[in-house]
């Protein structure tokens, strides 16, 4: 019985070994540089428009109102298998999600500045990004930028959905690598949410979902309708939106969209001891429903 015993000490100790060993083992996770990624988007987009690589934003626009919808199937990436640690599903994904943004004229200096959002591939020249992302004002031009810094223009909208707030653009460049798109998921299942708020690209945080609800398209004329989002628990901000969240097998289950504060008093002109604040993002059946093909008659 002593020998067993000892043996059983000697296996956890090896396990602890080897677990020890891949943590020392596994890559660093990288510096992110912000004010460098963007300076790199607005250098690349300012080169790519000089070369009149760039669609004209007006055109972007009329394509994105038009919310037009995929009239071919569309090829997911294939699904994941099994279950990740957060840090695993960070560098996994780094490659897939994107920024999504645009440049315009300094009003002070005669550079051009940028503002960048959240995207993620979907397919090797498609970003699935949220609508108002792309419904930009004033701009010269759109683009996207990869991780490993290539800036690619925005070459078509392929499809759009205002009321969801989804949209799907095309890009001209290098491919990119794609993330594979949840089945369906459920209330309590853990998430990463991997977006860019204010400015602080690339962050990680981590939540549940917490419900999956139906929000008014006007809140003052709910017989407009509704549609569906689904709330979670991982933090976002402004400048988040359009950014990708995963479930634990790196797969896109959600599109950050927008966040709304809840304060104890609130009125028209005064709002007091804020207590929470509610993520909300497009869920995966909407992201899902966009990609199905048109029917034909």
């Not at 000697?10 to 602890?16: D, K």
């Not at 840090?87 to 940028?114: F, M, Q």
């Not at 950014?243 to 709304?260: A, F, Q, S």
Request: one cysteine or more; proline letters at 6%.
């Amino acid at each position: 019985m002593r020998r067993l015993f000892v043996l059983f000490l000697f296996s956890l100790s090896c396990t602890g070994l080897s677990a020890r060993a891949q943590v020392a083992n596994a890559a660093p996770s990288p510096v992110i540089d912000d004010l460098k990624m963007l300076s790199t988007f607005e250098q690349g987009m300012t080169k790519l428009m000089e070369a009149k690589r760039t669609a004209k934003p007006a055109v972007i626009l009329k394509q994105l109102k038009s919310e037009p919808r995929l009239k071919e199937a569309f090829r997911f990436a294939p699904p994941g298998i099994r279950r990740l640690e957060p840090a695993d599903i960070y560098n996994l994904r780094l490659a897939s999600t994107v920024l999504v943004g645009d440049i315009a004229k300094c009003g002070e200096c005669p550079l051009n500045h940028g503002d960048m959002a959240g995207g993620v591939a979907i397919a090797t020249n498609l970003v699935l990004t949220a609508y108002h992302v792309i419904d930009s004002g004033e701009v010269l031009a759109q683009g996207v930028m990869s991780f490993d810094g290539v800036v690619r223009p925005i070459r078509r909208i392929v499809a759009a959905d205002e009321d969801t707030d989804l949209a799907v653009i095309e890009t001209d460049g290098p491919p990119l690598r794609p993330a594979p798109v949840s089945g369906g998921d459920r209330v309590g299942e853990a998430v990463i949410a991997l977006s860019h708020p204010a400015g602080r690209y690339y962050m990680l945080t981590e939540g549940r979902i917490a419900r999956f609800t139906r929000y008014p398209l006007d809140e003052d004329r709910h017989e407009k309708g509704s549609y569906e989002a689904m709330e979670i628990t991982a933090d976002f901000a402004w400048g988040a939106s359009g950014g990708p969240v995963y479930n634990l097998r790196g797969e896109v289950c959600g599109i950050i969209v927008t966040t709304e504060s809840i304060y104890y008093e609130q009125t028209r002109k005064r709002q007091t001891d804020l207590q929470m604040v509610i993520k909300a993002c497009a869920p995966v059946r909407a992201i899902r429903s966009l990609l199905k093909p048109v029917a034909t008659p």
